[in-house]
């Protein structure tokens, strides 16, 4: 801060700033609004998480001398039009050429966004100084900006701002600048079907990148959000690692092969807070103090189905604040081999299945929920399981060359499903199937032994688990099972005719099912959230509402070697100092 404000005064006498500092002989001119804007935005943030109003006072009257500078500019319509650079390499931006200079993509709409967020944030510096004045006189300047820009930038016929790119759009959600309900959820359908048209990819720049996946939380889509973030092609930071990054780079175009502006650029590192804020669920300050005297805890599990784990921690000043979730993916993983059914069944019949996240008939390789596509795949087996299941609370796909063609002849496939939206049904009795030469492996996930072998067939069958019928059978089908699982909790069976002393069906393909009782079922996992709070902190902690009337859950306020349970069975146990519900 002190850079910036020593630079200003090097400039010139007018309150800009130059577009570098220090300055080392390139970017000398007057700064972009949104790059000097990091002036403002940056002495603000240092008082909300320090609590230090020195910070205010010693730059308080070097920042409306540049605030001021900006009002200068205004054009006549109200808005701040000049932009140097605008929503910087943004995907179209950066095709060719790298970036283009000049050229400002969503100028307009990011110059007046900048300007209006630093009115805003000025003036509750010098409410908070006492000058009222000053707070009187630079929210008057904000509300003017935020009426031109609604009236010169929004099309209410397109429900769209400025140039309809997504860059527009996330700031205008961001900061919420539509004038009326209607219009909100006009300029939010708007951009989530733009992102849906690209294949769930970003289209922004420095700019847009920055609040982006804020405003599509905001607006209760972080699993969007997530999409984007997690994706692998162009564009994107998985991508960037794809093409063999170490470092974040200035421009989505760049390759591993032609660099188009710098390798080594923190600029499109500007989402790292929503990684905090939104998968952790760490926010600052619910009470609207800074410092960190209050923090909102709040993680959404069930926007990020696809996670298992998040761990996050910030050191304060008044110490270290930590959150942890963990949760089971509210989804269901099945494998089949060739010629049999993969079934997805939704515990209870309650929820439908969502999504299809992994689908391979081939050589799948890993296990559920990190499996990975094999030397074979068959590239349609997404699009077939998600048209035959999602929408449904069961389906039953078969794994068969006939449904999604032959991907790799003479070779044995298998058919995996990884579906999001609900829970798998804990099934009264474990089951499964074997092509003839393959080995069949039954274990009792939860816990307990084998009890009982209630079918078995090495032959030829119909039906699915709970339900077979047999065909051709070897009548030593029963008595083998039983010898090498009963009273284990694993047990291996070799699909064979050697293991079985016949081959009960000459010249036909065979398999082996069984089903047998007495391993424990359990109910699905539950959430598992850990936070730690600094000393002298209140802490505001959301428990998801899917959860708070769940048996199963507990909230358990832990200090040094004490701990207390504050929430079970669906309700507040009271009784722990410093504890309520409610606020």
Not at 9 to 15: A, D, I, Q, W
Not at 199 to 204: E, G, I, S, V
Request: aromatic share 10%; net charge negative.
């Amino acid at each position: 801060l002190h850079d910036i404000q020593d630079s200003q005064m090097f400039l010139n006498n007018s309150g800009e700033v130059p577009d570098c500092v220090p300055f080392y002989g390139h970017g000398g001119q007057p700064s972009d609004p949104a790059w000097g804007g990091g002036y403002t935005i940056i002495w603000y943030l240092m008082w909300s998480y320090f609590e230090d109003t020195r910070i205010l006072n010693e730059h308080y009257d070097s920042i409306r001398l540049y605030l001021d500078s900006l009002t200068r500019q205004l054009d006549g319509q109200g808005l701040l039009s000049f932009a140097r650079y605008g929503d910087w390499c943004s995907v179209g931006d950066g095709f060719n050429s790298g970036c283009g200079w000049g050229q400002a993509p969503e100028g307009t709409m990011s110059s007046t966004f900048h300007y209006i967020l630093e009115m805003e944030m000025f003036a509750t510096v010098a409410k908070l100084l006492g000058k009222a004045a000053d707070e009187r006189e630079y929210s008057a300047r904000g509300a003017s900006a935020r009426a031109a820009l609604n009236m010169q930038l929004y099309h209410a016929d397109k429900g769209t701002y400025a140039g309809g790119y997504q860059c527009d759009q996330a700031l205008a959600l961001y900061s919420a600048f539509p004038a009326s309900q209607a219009d909100h959820n006009s300029v939010a359908t708007f951009l989530l079907n733009d992102i849906a048209n690209k294949n769930y990819h970003l289209d922004t720049g420095i700019v847009g990148t920055r609040y982006l996946l804020d405003a599509l939380s905001n607006l209760g889509n972080s699993s969007v959000a997530l999409q984007i973030a997690t994706q692998t092609d162009f564009p994107s930071w998985g991508y960037m690692i794809e093409q063999g990054a170490t470092t974040l780079w200035e421009n989505w175009q760049t390759s591993r092969y032609t660099a188009y502006g710098s390798r080594n650029h923190i600029m499109f590192g500007s989402q790292s807070a929503w990684y905090y804020q939104h998968l952790a669920g760490i926010r600052q300050g619910w009470r609207g103090l800074p410092g960190w005297q209050s923090v909102t805890l709040a993680p959404e599990p069930s926007n990020f189905s696809i996670l298992t784990t998040v761990s996050a921690s910030i050191d304060t000043a008044r110490g270290t604040l930590a959150s942890a979730w963990q949760q089971t993916p509210q989804g269901i993983c099945v494998a089949a081999g060739e010629t049999n059914n993969a079934t997805i069944m939704c515990y209870g019949g309650v929820g439908t299945i969502s999504s299809i996240s992994f689908a391979s008939f081939g050589t799948p390789e890993g296990s559920c929920w990190n499996h990975k596509l094999g030397a074979c795949n068959a590239a349609n087996t997404t699009a077939i399981v998600s048209q035959m299941c999602v929408g449904k609370s069961a389906c039953s796909v078969p794994s068969l060359d006939t449904l999604f063609g032959d991907p790799c002849f003479d070779v044995h496939k298998t058919l995996v499903i990884e579906a999001l939206g609900c829970y798998p049904a804990p099934e009264p009795y474990l089951c499964g199937t074997a092509s003839e030469n393959d080995v069949l492996e039954l274990t009792c996930q939860d816990g307990g032994v084998i009890t009982s072998i209630d079918f078995a067939s090495y032959g030829m069958q119909t039906g699915s688990c709970g339900a077979f019928t047999e065909s051709c059978t070897a009548l030593s089908s029963q008595a083998v099972v039983e010898q090498l699982c009963l009273n284990k909790s694993s047990c291996s069976i070799p699909a064979t005719n050697a293991q079985f002393g016949q081959d009960p069906c000459p010249q036909q393909v065979k398999s082996l099912a069984v089903q047998a009782s007495g391993c424990k079922t359990a109910p699905p996992a539950p959430f598992k959230h850990q936070v730690t709070l600094p000393a002298n902190t209140e802490g505001l902690l959301i428990v998801p509402l899917t959860l708070l009337d769940a048996p199963s859950t507990s909230v358990i306020i832990a200090e040094e070697l004490t701990s207390s349970i504050v929430w079970r069975a669906g309700a507040f146990v009271p009784g722990t100092p410093g504890v309520k519900t409610g606020y």
